[in-house]
T-cell receptor
Framework: TQLLEQSPQFLSIQEGENLTVYCNSSSVFSSLQWYRQEPGEGPVLLVTVVTGGEVKKLKRLTFQFGDARKDSSLHITAAQPGDTGLYLCAGGPLANAGKSTFGDGTTLTVKP | GAVVSQHPSWVICKSGTSVKIECRSLDFQATTMFWYRQFPKQSLMLMATSNEGSKATYEQGVEKDKFLINHASLTLSTLTVTSAHPEDSSFYIC???????????FGDGTRLSIL
C-alpha cells in the first residue's frame, strides 16, 4: 500500500509570510498532483509534476518533485488570505487504471 | 478544459430515501471515475473506483449494496445511496480521469443531509 505523509496538518499564518508544505512517501509515484480545496467545493488541480527534480511555478506558488519521485513540496511566497484552503497532494497511479494516493491534507489559514 | 460536473450540489431528504448523485465529464472521456466521501476538515476518503463498462471496485469497509455505482458511459457515473440514514450524511465528491496517467479532475461535491 502506498502512503503519502503530508505536513504540517494545520498552518495558520499572517498575510505576507512564506510557508512550505511537504508531501513524503517511501514509494515512487508516476506523477504527483497538488490540489486546493475551499469549503463546500471540490478540489481544484493546481499542478502536476512528472519528472524527478522538476520545479514548477504558478505565480507565488512553487512546486518541486523530489529527484527520486517519492516526495514533493509546495512553497507559497507572501501568502494572501485568498490562499486559505485545504491543500492536498496526490501520488499518481503506477498502473493505467489504478487509483491515486492522497495525503491527509494541510489546512492553511492566512490571516489579514 | 477538464471540467467535471456533479449534480445535485445539495440534497436534504428523509431517512429511508434513496439518493442518486450524477458525475459527468463535460469535455473529456473519463475512462476511470472515483467516488469519495469527505468529513469536515479531513482529507478525501476513497469509496470506490469505477472503470467504464466494468463493475466498480470498492474500498474495504464500503458496502457495495449500500452505495451502488454505475459507470455506463465514458462521460457519466452515478452513485446511489440506497435507504439512506442519518449516518450517511456527508460530503460526497466524484472525480474523473482520462486515459493514461492523467490527473484526476473533481466535481464540486454533493452535500447530503439525511433527516
Amino acid at each position: 500500500t502506498q502512503l503519502l505523509e503530508q505536513s504540517p496538518q494545520f498552518l495558520s499564518i499572517q498575510e505576507g509570510e512564506n510557508l512550505t508544505v511537504y508531501c513524503n512517501s517511501s514509494s515512487v509515484f508516476s506523477s504527483l498532483q497538488w490540489y486546493r480545496q475551499e469549503p463546500g467545493e471540490g478540489p481544484v488541480l493546481l499542478v502536476t509534476v512528472v519528472t524527478g527534480g522538476e520545479v514548477k511555478k504558478l505565480k507565488r506558488l512553487t512546486f518541486q518533485f523530489g529527484d527520486a519521485r517519492k516526495d514533493s513540496s509546495l512553497h507559497i511566497t507572501a501568502a494572501q488570505p485568498g490562499d486559505t484552503g485545504l491543500y492536498l497532494c496526490a501520488g499518481g497511479p503506477l498502473a493505467n487504471a489504478g487509483k491515486s494516493t492522497f495525503g491527509d491534507g494541510t489546512t492553511l489559514t492566512v490571516k489579514p | 478544459g477538464a471540467v467535471v460536473s456533479q449534480h445535485p450540489s445539495w440534497v436534504i431528504c428523509k431517512s429511508g430515501t434513496s439518493v442518486k448523485i450524477e458525475c459527468r465529464s463535460l469535455d473529456f472521456q473519463a475512462t476511470t471515475m472515483f467516488w469519495y466521501r469527505q468529513f469536515p476538515k479531513q482529507s478525501l476518503m476513497l469509496m470506490a473506483t469505477s472503470n467504464e463498462g466494468s463493475k466498480a471496485t470498492y474500498e474495504q469497509g464500503v458496502e457495495k449494496d449500500k452505495f451502488l455505482i454505475n459507470h455506463a458511459s465514458l462521460t457519466l457515473s452515478t452513485l446511489t445511496v440506497t435507504s439512506a440514514h442519518p449516518e450517511d450524511s456527508s460530503f460526497y465528491i466524484c472525480s474523473a480521469r482520462g486515459w493514461g496517467f492523467q490527473p484526476q479532475h473533481f466535481g464540486d461535491g454533493t452535500r447530503l443531509s439525511i433527516l
